[in-house]
């Protein structure tokens, strides 16, 4: 006896072949072509847009991350605080050198070093600018990575600290020491107009000391090596000043303001806090995550607000599958009931319209990721362009903190716009194929 035919398997290849003739049926034949092109592009805009907002949030978090490591200690370390003579609170360091020393032998520490901090006015041609100023040994200066390698430099910063001279306008008068050179930011050389050679004056109101009180110091420095690193903030105020010299100029004379720790894990700060106050001894630390911690919590705010936002954006765009599989389905009521007639099950049904309404999500979403990646990748031209179009002032550095817009295209955010997009279109056609499979095949051709 003969064995009766075995019944086609789920997902079998005559319902793929039926799901793409109806998606690709004109709307004479009684196809949904239009909908269906407008429910591609709706998903993929949303998909694109997702990426290109998660790879902006990624790109802009790692800039203003990085320039914060790249530019500033990762932890700062300073003396308990001290109510001098004249009741004042002092945090200086007398055994700075025993202190760094000790930092140093912390496991994970990559280097210490001592500063003298002040802030400043500072004068070149009429022009004035408010500064802060950091006193640093050259050799640690040339160890702090963004202004070692900045984006953007003028000068040498081998030259930083060594003696410059000045040529006396007096013809056959020979050039006098002109004390040591100085780096200063990109911003700061913008406002007072300076560039590498010319020489800048450094006003402090708490200058020199004498026996008719405190008088403001002034004195001029050359300027041997100009850096940006991206961070408005820290090109518009920052100055280098050699340690010794700063010392002098701010009467710090045998100590320092704080020591300045680098570590080899600074995303994991919070393990190196104790150790530090142990090696440190009577000490206070201030770490990267205490001084701009208000900033990344802000940031990780509003990345979340826009996820949802853009995930609501994604859902609405699926929702226009939903729509063109309720007027595919009206359309092929008639088919509908024909398959159902000579056999096909309502579970075929089912898949043949999730099919349908599948495709069209998968299609926009592959389409939606090369968009999102290509908008991340050449997100530089692009911005240009909406820049020249604008008239120019889009970006504004003072504002945002860096000097570009970043994007950072990360796997883990294109696998998530993915997964959501693909997602929400498999649950959204479960709805009109369910409403296909459980038509009434009678009901269906009463009229035909």
């Known amino acids: ?36 092109w407008i429910s591609f592009i709706g998903i993929a805009l949303a998909v694109m847009a997702l990426i290109a907002t998660l790879s902006v949030r990624a790109g802009f978090r790692h800039e203003f991350v990085g320039t914060i490591l790249g530019a500033n200690p990762h932890v700062a370390v300073y003396d308990i605080a001290q109510v001098n003579d004249a009741g004042q609170v002092e945090r200086t360091l007398e055994n700075f050198d025993e202190v760094a020393e000790a930092l140093r032998g912390v496991d994970g520490v990559t280097h210490a ?14 022009r004035n600018s408010a500064v802060e100023v950091i006193g640093i040994a050259p050799e640690d200066l040339s160890l702090i990575p963004l202004v070692a390698e900045p984006e953007w430099r003028q000068g040498m910063l081998s030259a930083f600290g060594e003696e410059t001279s000045i040529t006396p306008d007096v013809e056959g008068a020979l050039p006098v020491p002109g004390g040591p050179g100085i780096a200063i930011g990109s911003g700061v050389a913008r406002e007072l107009g300076a560039s590498v050679g010319d020489r800048i004056r450094l006003i402090s109101p708490d200058g020199a000391r004498t026996p008719f009180g405190t008088s403001p110091r002034v004195s001029t420095y050359e300027v041997v090596y100009i850096f940006q690193v991206g961070r408005w903030d820290i090109d518009r105020t920052r100055v280098y000043l050699p340690f010794t010299e700063a010392q002098t100029y701010f009467n710090r004379d045998g100590v320092a303001d704080e020591v300045q720790v680098s570590v080899s894990e600074p995303e994991q700060i919070s393990q190196y806090v104790l150790p530090l106050l142990q090696a440190g001894g009577d000490v206070q630390i201030w770490t990267w995550e205490d001084s701009s911690g208000a900033f990344l919590r802000a940031l990780q705010m509003e990345d979340n607000i826009m996820f949802i936002i853009l995930s609501i954006l994604v859902l609405i765009a699926t929702m226009n599958i939903v729509s ?22 309502e579970g075929s049904i089912l898949r043949v319209f999730v099919i349908c309404g599948s495709a069209i999500g998968v299609a926009g979403t592959l389409a939606g990721v090369i968009l999102g990646c290509a908008f991340a990748i050449w997100i530089d031209p692009i911005f240009s362009f909406v820049n020249y179009v604008a008239g120019g002032g ?33 649950v959204v056609t479960i709805f009109p194929a369910r409403r296909a499979a459980r038509m009434n095949p009678v009901e269906a051709l009463r009229y035909e």
């Not at 086609?8 to 039926?18: D, R, S, T, Y």
């Not at 817009?405 to 279109?425: F, H, I, K, N, Y």
């Open 113 to 126: 070093a001592a500063v003298v901090r002040g802030q400043v006015l500072s004068s070149y041609r009429g």
């Open 324 to 345: 063109g599989l309720i007027m595919l389905v009206k359309n092929k009521s008639r088919d509908i009931g024909i398959l159902r007639t000579i056999g096909l099950s």
């Open 394 to 426: 889009v970006w504004d550095p003072s504002v945002r903190m860096i000097s570009a817009l970043p994007a950072r295209l990360e796997a883990g955010d294109v696998v998530t716009a993915m997964a959501l997009s693909l997602g929400l279109s498999f």
């Open 1 to 36: 006896m003969a064995s009766p035919p075995k019944s086609p398997g789920p997902f079998a290849g005559f319902e793929f072949l039926i799901a793409w003739r109806y998606l690709r049926a004109r709307r004479t034949d009684g196809g949904v072509s239009a909908m269906t």
